[in-house]
């Protein structure tokens, strides 16, 4: 049986940066299932929809073919074959996300495909539900946090990296808004799954946290 390890947080908590190092000391896939969400809601903008139109949503998301690969080690994901990772990750795609990954039929259909790609292979997946619903069965659960000034400032700094022009106040109120919702969702909300160890990474390194996550996945 393959192994598994689940990472789940809010944005900015440094899930993917981790779940990357680990995948590479382990030679495990890293799954990235914000991207799956991304890649749906570019779909959904691409056609027109708003975050808040639900029965267009329902109506219209079966008909994105969602599926991932990997060039050079590094995730690429396909929407209807096209290769959309150089689109999904603006403020516009990301705030779609928050609203559109609250529709259960969005989610029925990546969380089958996330388990799908977790049966074959070992993998390292970071999302919001991965160790309460994708992967219960996950070997290793982390919740990874840090405070909302943390995570908003590494946002902040991401994205001026890449000329980015939002306030720092601005970010921080998105990641706020994003937080309420992804937390307080009806189907699969964000939250520490009982038997997750939480890590609060705001005064730690990246090498730090892995570090620290390297060592509860020691029996693997
Ligand atoms: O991690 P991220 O910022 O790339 O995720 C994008 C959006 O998708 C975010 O609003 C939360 C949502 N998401 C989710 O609901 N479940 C997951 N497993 C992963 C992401």
Known sequence: MSHKIAIDGPAGAGKSTIAKKIAEKLNYIYIDTGAMYR?????LLRNGICPEDTA???A???EAD????YEQGEQVVFLNGENVNGMIRTEEVSRMASH????????????????????????????RDIGTCVLPDAEV?????????VRAKRR????????????????EADIRERDHRDMTRDISPLKQAEDAVVIDTSSMTVQEAADAVIRLCGGL
């Open 39 to 43: 890649a749906m809601a570019l779909f």
């Open 100 to 127: 559109s990954s609250v529709n259960p039929r969005v989610r029925a259909k990546l969380v089958r495909l996330q388990q799908e790609l977790a049966s074959r292979e070992n993998v390292v997946m970071d999302g």
């Open 141 to 149: 659960k982390v919740y990874l946090t840090a405070s909302t000034a």
């Open 60 to 62: 219209k998301c079966e």
């Open 66 to 69: 969602i599926t991932i690969g």
């Open 156 to 171: 902040f700094e991401e994205l001026a990296a890449k000329g980015g022009t939002c306030s720092l106040e601005e970010i």
């Open 56 to 58: 267009k949503i329902n």
